[in-house]
């Protein structure tokens, strides 16, 4: 009899509504052979029970353990498989390791290939301190590094479809509550939210009142998404299953529908009605009914009257919807976003991941739930679109909880800020610089009472200490022991750790840097973007590229860095110059399955995971933060284990693309003061310039494009970019 297959078996207990990385993963499992089942197939409940439900795949555990000993009946003799073709190519293969924790495992001759170990999740140190170990040791480990990753990949998996469903479940409904009485304040209380195993929020209560517009500020990765994402799945006690609402999400229909859902689709309709008016009112023009005038039967009347009675049907639709009205709405809210027409009519699947998150936001707006949440909504927009998001928001009728590192956003939108710390959730009335007042003087205070409390103990402590054995003064020491008992313990002020990005410093190297000689660009059959552009970078510049969306700032990088060639004129690079972009979305290039130890690891082969975890932490991703998957990071964590990755390999010159998105207000700082202390030139591009110079440098402003450097930079030539 042959042995049962995995792949069959687990598929077919399963079911069809598996994620196929989910089941992938877990066949793979079995495949390997040694899978141990456990006593009526516990092990297996334990390895995949809870993935098997959060990724979807089953409804619950008593399913999920149903089906894991179900797995263990079928296939809980070890199951044999022929060993993989890698493991074939090892046997009698010469081994060696380098000393960074990177396995060259060489193959017979006929299989010359080399493969890496990765280094496993929380074990870095382990792979790193075996130069002794033997083929066999190494083959296990090879085998446990495998399976590992194999298990990070179905841990993404299972958390992408967890997002996924979280997000579908928020969809906005276009109907208003039924019966409107009642009040529209939200009274949330003792609520808690977690993440991963990481307590965020404890124990907060928080009242919002109808129509007033929050501005949720802490610093990164305290949990402000988080609690976003409880909120809009009603997963937060308080919020009535009635309250409609939305926060933004990615969409793949065109733009324009994608804004004005049912009633822009019931618009389409009404104009292909339109363009083919039936017989009663015309000639007929559609091909069944020329047809059917053409014969001159009674199917033509049939085939027209049909049509006229939808049309009818669909006008008094329209009416009722205000669809005319509602196109308009969505046309106002992308042109305020800066769509231009073209753009409105474009699937949102060919828009980049700022514009998409654009379509998110218009028709978040345009829905107008009783509570938006929107999450750092000004990150990829331009001056223009974040000053009209703010005047658009301003005006908003309803709730709005809003999170944001941009302090003028802030200032304008915000009529209260929470702010989150210490995993307290706390309120303050007023705007973000009112919040920034308030909350520091209250921080002095507390430090105050905390260190009077101190000194007061400390010299009842002495008093007592000093007359314990002094009978005359015992009926004393006996009262300061009472009152030193009753004093309530201060909670100790949790004093947010200190931000400090450190840029490697680079190698010297001789000018000339870089230089553009007379540059013109055009994308094929595309307008110039750029004509006659002369510029120099050195290791002192200081630039800075100020401009509106769609002006030609990322093609600017792209022909510094050599990714794009000039369409006249000439880019001289200096042959040993190394360049460095931090990319706007440079979370599309990760792989997210990985911790950035592995990350780093991976992009950088050969380098020791120790300096890897300690270049890591230069930018605050440091402990246990550098060991977790990157999918679980929050925005400004992921942010920094870019700038990590952008900064290894010392760089003379860094080409900054929006940096100062999703980082915190502090992480802002560290950031600029780091910039201010490195000894290679910068470019960046980035929408809070003009307030980064405040504490960077000065300003010059030429065109389209503005330049900016440091104080004592010389002055580059002038930049006549059009
Ligand atoms: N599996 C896990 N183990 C440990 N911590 C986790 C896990 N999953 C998520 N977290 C933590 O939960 C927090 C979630 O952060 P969240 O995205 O809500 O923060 P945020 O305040 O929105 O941050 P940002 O300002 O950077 O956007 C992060 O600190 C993250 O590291
Ligand atoms: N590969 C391409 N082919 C043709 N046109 C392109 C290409 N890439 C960009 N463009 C167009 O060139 C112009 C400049 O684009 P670019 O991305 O450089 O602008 P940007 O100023 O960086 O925009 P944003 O502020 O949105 O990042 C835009 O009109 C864009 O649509």
Known sequence: MGVAD????????????????????????????????????????????????SAGCLPDDKAAAEVCRKLAKMLGNPVRTAPKDAFRALIGGPVHMDSMGKVQLHFSESHSVSHMIQTPIGGPDVADNIPGASEKDLKKMQARADKEERSQRAALAAHQARAAKASAGSRPVIVRNAGGGGSKD?????????????????????????????????????????????????????????????HVEQEEEAALVAVCGKAGKEQTDAAAALDKPPGANG???????????????????????????????VYKRLQEIDADGAQARAAIILSGLSFDPDMQARATKTFSGGWRMRVSLARALFVQPDLLLLDEPTNHLDLHAVLWLEDYLVRWPNTLLVVSHARDFLNVVATD??????RKLT????????????????LKNARKHVESQKQQREHMQAFIDKFRFNAKRASLVQSRIKALERMADVEEVEEDPEYVFKFPEPDPISPPILGFNDVDFNYPKGPTLFRDLNFGLDMES???IVGPNGI????????INGLLEPSRGTVNRNQRVRLATFSQHHVEGMDLALTPLQYMLKVFPGTNSQEMRSHLGSFGVSGSLALQPMYSLSG?????????????????ILLLDEPSNHLDLDAVRALIQGLNTFQGGVLMHDHVVESLQASAGGFNIGGYIHWWRAPNAPVPSPCNAS
């Open 6 to 53: 995995p792949i069959r078996v687990v598929h077919d207990t399963v079911g069809s509504k598996g994620d196929p990385d989910v089941l992938d993963y877990i066949v793979r499992s079995l495949e390997d052979g040694d899978f141990d089942y456990g006593e009526d197939g516990q092990e297996a409940i334990d390895a995949f029970g809870e993935m098997l439900v």
């Open 427 to 442: 309120a303050y009335k007023g705007n973000f610089d009112t919040f920034e007042r308030t909350a520091t003087e209250r």
């Open 636 to 652: 400004g964590q992921k942010s920094r284990v870019a700038f990590a990755k952008v900064t290894y390999s010392k760089p003379h």
């Open 417 to 422: 800020v929470l702010h989150l710390h210490s």
């Open 552 to 559: 030609g700032k990322s093609t600017l990088l792209g022909l």
């Open 542 to 544: 200081r630039l800075a």
């Open 186 to 246: 939200l009274q949330l209380e003792n609520f808690s939210v977690s993440n991963g195993g990481a307590e965020l929020i404890e124990d907060a209560s928080l009242m919002m009142a109808h129509g007033r517009r929050y501005g949720l500020v802490g610093r990164n990765g305290t949990g402000k998404t988080t609690l976003l994402r409880a909120m809009a799945a009603h997963q937060i006690k308080g919020i009535p299953e009635t309250c409609q609402i939305l």
């Open 283 to 313: 000639p007929a023009t559609t091909p069944a009914a020329k047809a059917a005038a053409a014969k001159g039967s009674d199917n033509a009347a049939s085939v027209e009257a049909r049509a006229a009675t939808r049309l009818t049907q």
